[in-house]
């Protein structure tokens, strides 16, 4: 697609709401995988270590 505006491409074609809402929702489960994978790493040192 071919915007003329950032505004434009804010708007996604009228699909903005579904667009972003699936981008945030993409970066909170990927947020989410990286402080669950960092906890069971913590855990597995310290069980590690006794």
Known sequence: MNWQSF???LHMG???L?????C???????ASEVM???RR???ARR????
Do not use: D, N, P, S
């Open 47 to 50: 069980g590690a270590a006794r």
């Open 36 to 38: 669950l994978v960092r």
């Open 24 to 30: 945030a929702m993409v970066a909170a489960a990927l």
């Open 41 to 43: 790493l913590r855990l």
């Open 7 to 9: 505004g434009e491409f």
């Open 18 to 22: 579904y667009v972003w809402g699936a």
């Open 14 to 16: 009228g699909y903005a």
